[in-house]
């Protein structure tokens, strides 16, 4: 009973696995299958769309406009193809799972959840950030539909540094209010 209550992550997963380990394979397949679909699905587009004369247009021809097509076609027939199809999968699977649990192996993996430790995530975030104030900077000049190879690349990399020095002024600057005002009403008198 001792070792049902820790709750470590080194030793919870493992034991759990050991338990339930023709889910976890059916999980394994799962997720391969998945990993497979979507690589499918992706080279399936390369060739076949129209956004990029289907696989031969070079890179100097591409815009920033045909980028946001094709990301945003790639992601809504991933999501049709593969997410939507692997989303139902994995919600019955988990289901099905769950039901066949004893309760108490429910009180076990409920207890796991609220003492797991949640950090944040955000790594990301900069780069997807970036990238759209890139993109409306360079709508805003007039060059959105522009191909890469009208312009030598300094212009594109120059142009990113100013997009750059825009989100510094545009959120700079009202953060550096508000921490110099939070510096002087709550931080300096404790």
Not at 21 to 43: E, N, Y
Not at 70 to 98: K, Q, R
Not at 128 to 140: D, G, K, L, T
């Amino acid at each position: 009973m001792e070792e049902k209550c820790n709750y470590s992550g080194g030793e919870f997963w493992p034991r759990k696995i050991k338990e339930h380990w023709k889910a976890f394979t059916v999980f394994i397949i799962g997720c391969v299958v998945t990993i497979v679909g979507a690589l499918m699905v992706l080279f399936w587009f390369i060739e076949t769309s129209p956004i990029g004369a289907m696989g031969t247009a070079t890179i100097g021809e591409w815009t920033l406009a045909w980028i946001w097509e094709f990301f945003i076609f790639l992601i809504l027939w991933e999501l049709l193809i593969v997410g939507i199809p692997v989303a139902v999968a994995f919600g019955v699977g988990w289901y099905l799972f769950w039901n066949r649990l004893s309760a108490e192996e429910k009180a076990e993996f409920k207890g796991r959840d609220k003492n797991k430790h949640r950090g944040t995530s955000a790594g990301g975030c900069f780069g997807f950030v970036m990238f759209i104030a890139y993109s409306i900077y360079i709508y805003i000049k007039g060059d959105f539909f522009t191909p890469f190879g009208d312009y030598p690349y300094t212009y594109w990399v120059y142009s990113w540094f100013l997009a750059l020095a825009w989100l510094l002024v545009i959120f700079g600057i009202p953060a550096a209010i508000i921490l110099t005002i939070v510096y002087f009403k709550v931080w300096r008198k404790k």
